[in-house]
């Protein structure tokens, strides 16, 4: 599911709210998702999962095509934990 089929599908289920509304609210969701993890913090949907940073240290890797040592900086990037709810909807049988 991309963005767009996620608005039309909440559109599709409220009626009394216009398409350009539930586009500005998943956009504010997004959004302030987005924030949080640029500052740091975590952000916790229950039963869904959490977001968070995570922090790479600097290593060395190797260029795939010539097999040559390549520096890779230390970065941060986004990490998803999944939820008990959605773990075991996932799994069931």
């Known amino acids: 599911m991309i ?3 996620l608005i ?4 599709d289920e409220n ?3 216009t ?5 500005r609210i998943v956009n504010t969701v997004f959004e302030e998702i987005i924030d949080a ?3 740091g913090d975590r952000v916790e949907l229950r ?3 959490a977001f968070s940073v995570k922090a790479r240290d600097a290593r060395l890797g190797r260029n795939p095509r ?3 040592a390549v520096k890779v900086d230390d ?5 998803f934990k999944t939820g008990k709810l959605l773990r075991d909807r996932l799994n069931s049988k």
Request: proline share 7%.
């Open 3 to 5: 963005r767009s089929e």
């Open 8 to 11: 039309q599908k909440i559109a």
């Open 15 to 17: 009626p009394h709210l």
């Open 19 to 23: 398409q350009r509304h539930v586009e």
């Open 37 to 39: 993890l640029a500052k």
């Open 47 to 49: 039963g869904f999962g």
């Open 66 to 68: 010539t097999g040559e």
């Open 75 to 79: 970065k941060k990037v986004p990490f």
